[in-house]
Each structure stands twice: as C-alpha cells, then as structure tokens.
C-alpha cells in the first residue's frame, strides 16, 4: 500500500505560480511511475503529466507543456508539480498518482491516489 498525500494548492491570480507536492508513505515511490491529474467541477479528470522512475523521461498534456514541470526526489519519497503561468482553465483539484507506464494518459492505468489538492486561479 502507498499512501500519498498533496500540498501546495491555493489561490493565485493569472499568471502566477505555485509548485504542489505529493509525498508518499508505505513504500518507496522510486519503484513507480508517478503521475499528477486534475478535475474541474463538473468535467472528467484528465492527465497532466507524468514522470517515469528517475526522473529522466517526462510526459505532459498539450494543455500544460511549457507551463508545467514536474520531478521527483526519491530520497524524499516526494513527487513535485511546478506550474508556471497559470490561467484560469488551470483550476481543479490536483492528484498525484503511482502507474506502471510513463507514458499512460489514462485515470485506469495508476493505482494508488492521493486525496487532492484545491487549485483556483483567478483572472
């Protein structure tokens, strides 16, 4: 069992920045693919970005690329999501997630969730 859980979200004007974090319990996440998604009111969750065991191979959506960042620091057990620019479309609810492929895109393919972190950004 993994246990993980975000911080970081807030209330940022367009723009803006602000970098989650999901910090994992119960194993070590050097033994996963880590990856983050979001959900606004009344839309399905999407996938944002993902990053493989070492850090070395990333993925992001159209949306998010250039914007977001995302790393890890498994001597930490943490996973980290810089978001840069933000714009109102950013708002949801972050999650960060364990997968078995980078490059999976879909809520489906990731096991373990956090509980979310709030994002709002104003305009």
């Known amino acids: 069992q993994v246990q993980l859980v975000e911080s970081g979200g807030g209330l940022v004007q367009a723009g803006g920045s602000l970098r989650l974090s999901c910090a994992a319990s119960g194993r070590a996440i050097a033994n996963y693919v880590m990856g983050w998604f979001r959900q606004a009111p009344g839309k399905e969750r999407e996938f944002v970005g993902s990053i493989n065991w070492n850090g070395a191979s990333t993925e992001y959506a159209d949306s998010v690329k250039g914007r977001f960042t995302t790393s890890r620091d498994n001597a930490k057990n943490t996973v980290y999501l810089q978001m840069n620019s933000l714009k109102p479309g950013d708002t949801a609810v972050y999650y960060c997630?364990?997968?078995?492929?980078?490059?999976?895109?879909?809520?489906?393919?990731?096991?373990?969730w956090g509980q979310g972190t709030q994002v709002t950004v104003s305009s």
């Open positions: 997630a364990t997968g078995s492929s980078w490059k999976a895109r879909v809520s489906r393919d990731y096991s373990y």
